[in-house]
C-alpha cells in the first residue's frame, strides 16, 4: 500500500483510478486499462476500448485531460488494422475532450488496446467506491449483459442488431453521468467492468463497510441476452465473478442460476454505479436526464445492517 500526504486515492480502496493533489483547486486522475478486442471490428474495438479507459476517470467525477495509447499488435495483421483500432479511439477521446499525445506499442501474439488517461477533479470533490452511506439508493446508467453478447459473437450466434445495440452503448462514454452525479453531489461511485455488477458492488460494500440490498427485477438488461443465457453462453469471466463474490452475496432462493450469472456477467464499459443520498435521488434523475444519460435505473439501496454483505432480492 502507498501512502502520501497528496494521494487522496490510493490502490487500498480498489478504486478505478489514483488522486494526487497538486494543490488546493487541483488533483490528477490517473488510470491506465487495455484489453483485446471485444468484436471483429477495429474501428468499434478503439472506441469501446477508450471510451472503458476513459469511464475510470469519470467513475471518481473526473474530467479526462490527456491519454496515451497502450498497444499490443502482431506484426503480421494488416497495419491498417492497427489504424481503425487507434482512429476509434482518437474519436472517442475527441469527444471526451481529451488529448491523445503520444502511446507506445509492441509486438504482441493478440491485440489489445487501450488508454492511460490522466483527468483533472477539485481535490475532496473526487468520488471514491469507499464512501457509500447507509440509506444511499443505488443508480445504475447502463444495461449489462455486454460479456454474454460478446461471447455469443465469438460462438457465432449473437444476432447482428444484438451485437450492434450492445457496441453502441459500450461506446457511449460515461461523461454525461459524470457530469450529472458532480453537480448533484453523490457519496459513492464506481464503473461497471470486468468483475460484473455484483464484483464491483462487493468491492464498494467492502470499501465502505455497509451492506446493500439488490432487486434483480429493477437491473436493467441488454435485449437477446436471455437468448443467449438460455442457448448457455456464459463467459469464463462470468463464472470466476460468481465465485468471486460466493463469500459475499446472499442469493434469494427464488433466483435461477441463468439470473445469478447475469448480475455478475463481466461487463466492458459498462455504466456508473452511483450511490445517492435519497433525498438527492430525484435531482440526480432529472440531472441524467438533461445530460442526455438513456438508462437511470434505481437498482437497491445501501444498508447499515449486514456490513460487507449484499443481499438480492427477485
Ligand atoms: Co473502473
Ligand atoms: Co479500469
Ligand atoms: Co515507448
Known amino acids: 500500500m502507498v501512502s502520501h500526504p497528496d494521494l487522496l486515492v490510493g490502490n487500498d480502496t480498489g478504486d478505478d483510478a489514483a488522486v494526487y493533489r497538486l494543490d488546493d483547486k487541483t488533483a490528477l486522475v490517473v488510470t491506465v486499462d487495455f484489453f483485446t478486442p471485444i468484436t471483429d471490428d477495429p474501428y468499434e474495438f478503439g472506441l469501446v476500448a477508450a471510451a472503458n479507459s476513459l469511464s475510470d476517470v469519470y467513475a471518481m467525477g473526473g474530467k479526462p485531460l490527456l491519454a496515451l495509447n497502450v498497444v499490443g499488435f502482431p506484426a503480421e495483421l494488416a497495419v491498417e488494422m492497427l489504424g481503425d483500432v487507434l482512429k476509434g479511439g482518437y474519436d472517442k477521446a475527441t469527444e471526451a475532450g481529451c488529448l491523445i499525445v503520444g502511446g507506445h506499442t509492441v509486438d504482441d501474439e493478440e491485440p489489445k488496446y487501450g488508454l ?91 470499501s465502505s463497510g455497509v451492506g446493500a440490498r439488490i432487486r434483480v427485477a429493477d437491473v436493467p438488461v441488454l435485449p437477446g441476452v436471455w437468448d443467449l443465457l438460455e442457448k448457455g453462453t456464459v463467459p469464463g469471466g462470468t463464472f ?70 449484499i443481499t438480492v432480492s427477485a
Do not use: Y
Open 240 to 309: 470466476r465473478n460468481m465465485s468471486g463474490v460466493a463469500d459475499t452475496v446472499d442469493w434469494d432462493d427464488s433466483l435461477t442460476e441463468e439470473q445469478r450469472l447475469l448480475m455478475c456477467d463481466a461487463q466492458t464499459s459498462g455504466g456508473l454505479l452511483i450511490s445517492v443520498p435519497r433525498a438527492k435521488l430525484d435531482q440526480l434523475l432529472s440531472e441524467l436526464d438533461a445530460c442526455g444519460v438513456q438508462t437511470k435505473a434505481v437498482v437497491g439501496e445501501i444498508t447499515a445492517e449486514n456490513a460487507g454483505r
Open 116 to 206: 492511460t488517461v490522466v483527468g483533472l477533479v477539485e481535490p475532496g470533490k473526487e468520488v471514491t467506491n469507499a464512501n457509500a452511506k447507509p440509506g444511499d439508493v443505488l443508480v445504475l446508467t447502463k444495461p449489462i449483459g455486454t460479456g454474454i453478447i460478446t461471447t455469443g459473437c465469438k460462438q457465432g450466434i449473437t444476432p447482428d442488431a444484438v451485437l450492434k445495440h450492445a457496441v453502441d452503448i459500450m461506446a457511449e462514454l460515461n461523461k454525461g453521468a459524470a457530469e450529472a452525479m458532480m453537480k448533484v453531489g453523490v457519496n459513492a461511485c464506481t464503473d461497471i467492468t470486468g468483475f460484473g455488477f455484483m464484483g464491483h458492488l462487493k468491492t464498494m460494500v467492502r
